[in-house]
């Protein structure tokens, strides 16, 4: 078969399929991905003729992928076990109550600023790991603390785990070609040189787009959870978040100037998180009016997991109290070593010497290891064994820790186990791994969608980035398999390729915020299962929009402000937020007295906004 659009339509529908399953019919993970994973092993077999050895050592690949996830949950559920029953927890939600109890300012400084942090030392879904909980303890609902978690991995995931999807995704998709060597050349640059290009403008593309993540995040967060289910109580907040966008975006463009693109958001999200820390910590900008979730009693029963972080409150209550530097320990301890492990060449190497996996698997050229050393389970667990001890917890303690971690971890198991195999056979097809000389599924589709955008190629090449993120799980992997491809369109169109390469970094980031292993391995740190469709359902809002404005401005990059299709597209985006913004502001304005900022409402929650 050689029709493109029907190959196209054939390489879509386990994704598609996954994604109704998942978000129309609100089947958990564990169900909707075994089936998705028959599909595409069918599809593979009888379209793309995959050799049956070539899916079984996809199959055998996926699983060791999967298990290394798992090894990262379990790792990050311990951590938070650990913290529960030690009573750190109790002290670790005073912390931020002291600096406001206003859980979007908590957002913004948790998910937002310690989220980029951590993404740019680790990468690969660790923010949401480490933030979720850290949310969940802070008592946000579990739901709500995913979704911040899940939202965040959008603007520092370029230039995560020390810039690895665009030293290792990009560059790795490039090398080789003699036409991107020639386009380095015309340039006057030399390799390294133009990746660095690429780099920089995918940070500037992401620090325009970026902007408006962390208000996204408190608009839904009230909407969503809110006694009111206001989305315009989020605004309430929009000088500190665009403040906190800011001090977080700024740094990033400078440190990838003038330090490279390993320390974009590493040390970007870091001066951010100082800076604004110190800033809130004096009222800067800070909202008049505090805004929290309503009482427990009103939840509803989908928002809240299988964890609570009530076990610490009761071990402090008892006159067991950590004190702040020890309960905030293990936390930073974690930092310190994601960033020391991966920036400290002798330390990375002795750590990723060590490996665990098989190679040509099956006498095919697939091959898969994971690093138990180098992997953030690891670090994780390493802070667990320390917290033991500097929090003196009884051997009683620490048992019920392991216990609470285990049983959490069944809930991602068997999605994720289904999950990866889903991608790697996904992946793994088309020439050489099969009687035929076509391409894979995702260079089918992506190809397919080339036909169809034409000149107007830099609004459609976010997309395909995306779309390699969701499937993948990875920005990393999105542009190993998407980098050449979009090099190669923007060539045949006559535009320049490194920006629109940027533009599938930067759309392969936004991208994470759906992928579905990512949202089960979020779910999981803080017991939350079953609801990954109503998890996609939320974060494909933000994700949409990053993903439309990033075109609109590749857009405008190439071809220039005019009367364009992205300069319209752009002022449209624009105009559609601020009207979004003013109906739910006037929306407000028409509610009885009893819904007024600040005003009782009649369900107890009393709290406005400004």
Known sequence: MDNLVVLSLLALAPIVLVGVLLVGFRLPAMYAMPVGYVVVVAIAVLFWRTDWIAIAASTLQGLIL????????????????????????????????????????????????????????????????????????????????????????????????????????????????????????????????????????????????????????????CGFYGGRRRFSDGLGVWRFALFAAFAMTIPSVLYNHFLGVEFTSLLGGLTGLVIVVLAARRGFLMPKRTWDFPPREDWLARWSGNLSPGDGEN??????????????????????????????????????????????????????????????????????????????????????????????????????????????VFINTGAGFGDTEMESMPLTLAVGAAELGGAAWPLHAPWIGALGAFVAGSNTISNLMFSLFQFSTAERIGIPPETVVATQAVGGAAGNMITVHNVV?????????????????????????????????????????????????????????????????????RKPPSYTAGGATGNGHGRGTE
């Open 315 to 424: 071990t402090a209550k008892e006159g067991r109290r950590v004190g702040f530097l020890a309960a905030w320990a293990p936390y930073l301890l974690v930092a310190a070593l994601l960033v020391a492990t991966r920036t400290i060449a002798p330390v990375e190497d002795w750590l990723t010497g060590v490996s665990v996996g098989a190679g040509d698997i099956f006498g095919t050229s697939i091959a898969q290891t994971i690093e138990p050393l180098y992997s953030p389970g690891a670090t994780f667990v390493l802070v667990c064994l320390v917290t033991y001890g500097l929090h003196r917890m009884t051997g009683r303690q620490i048992a019920a820790s392991w216990r609470m971690a285990g049983s959490q971890l069944a809930g991602a198991a068997v999605a994720l186990l289904f999950a990866v195999p889903l991608v790697r």
């Open 66 to 221: 999967a298990i290394g996830l798992l090894y990262i949950i379990f790792g990050a559920l311990l951590l938070l076990s650990t913290l529960t029953k030690s009573g750190a927890i109790a002290t670790i939600r005073s912390t931020f109550t002291d600096i406001s109890p206003d859980r979007r300012v908590q957002a913004i400084i948790i998910g937002w600023l310690f989220g980029s942090f951590i993404e740019g030392a680790s990468g690969f879904g660790t923010p949401a790991a480490v933030a979720a909980p850290l949310l969940l303890a802070l008592g946000f609902p579990a739901m709500a603390a995913v979704m911040v978690g899940l939202v965040i991995q959008s603007t520092p995931v370029s230039f995560g785990a020390v810039g690895t999807p665009i030293l290792v995704g990009v560059a790795g998709g490039l090398e080789g070609s003699p036409e991107v060597a020639q386009r380095a050349a015309e340039l006057g640059l030399s390799m390294p040189g133009y990746i660095s290009l690429i780099g920089f403008q995918t940070v500037a593309i992401h620090a325009t787009v970026g902007t408006l993540v962390p208000l996204f995040i408190c608009c839904m967060l």
């Open 521 to 589: 391995a979020a779910s999981a740190v803080v017991g939350l299962a079953g609801r990954e469709g109503d998890l996609i359902r939320q974060s494909v809002l933000p994700m949409t929009y990053y993903v439309l404005a990033a075109g609109s401005i590749s857009y405008v990059l190439v071809y220039g402000f005019g009367p364009n299709a992205g300069t319209v597209a752009l002022a449209l985006i624009l105009a559609a937020l601020t009207a979004l913004a003013v109906l739910m502001r006037r929306a407000d304005a």
